[in-house]
């Protein structure tokens, strides 16, 4: 059983930041690719941001500039700093990661989601 677990949502005033964190834990054997999706009210599910294994990072136009993904191998960590936030990114944002487990099977697993507010 593999899961992930985010962290770092909440309210921030426009201008402000905010970083998000997503561990993944259980019976782990590879991780590959993680990345932070997001969905706002009414609209579809969407990427924010990817990082592979070697660290190779691509971000929505978007964010770009103001957002920063990270990860942590060790921890099994991928983090999403987050800056100059408006109210166009208010979202539930999503972890995701491509994780083979110790049977050897290849999964995309989500994240339960992170609320982000961004508002005076």
């Known amino acids: 059983q593999v899961q992930l677990v985010e962290s770092g949502g909440g309210l921030v005033q426009p201008g402000g930041f905010l970083r998000l964190s997503c561990a993944a834990s259980g019976s782990i054997f590879r991780i590959y690719v993680m990345g932070w999706y997001r969905q706002a009210p009414g609209k579809q599910r969407e990427l924010v941001a990817t990082?592979?294994?070697?660290?190779?990072?691509n971000y929505a136009d978007s964010v770009k500039g103001r957002f920063t993904i990270s990860r942590d191998n060790a921890k099994n960590t991928v983090y999403l700093q987050m800056n100059s936030l408006n109210p166009e990114d208010t979202a539930v944002y999503y972890c995701?990661?491509?994780?083979?487990?110790?049977?050897?099977?290849?999964?995309?697993?989500w994240g339960q989601g992170t609320q982000v507010t961004v508002s005076s």
């Open positions: 990082i592979t294994t070697g660290g190779s990072t």
């Open positions: 995701n990661a491509v994780i083979r487990s110790t049977d050897y099977v290849s999964n995309n697993y």
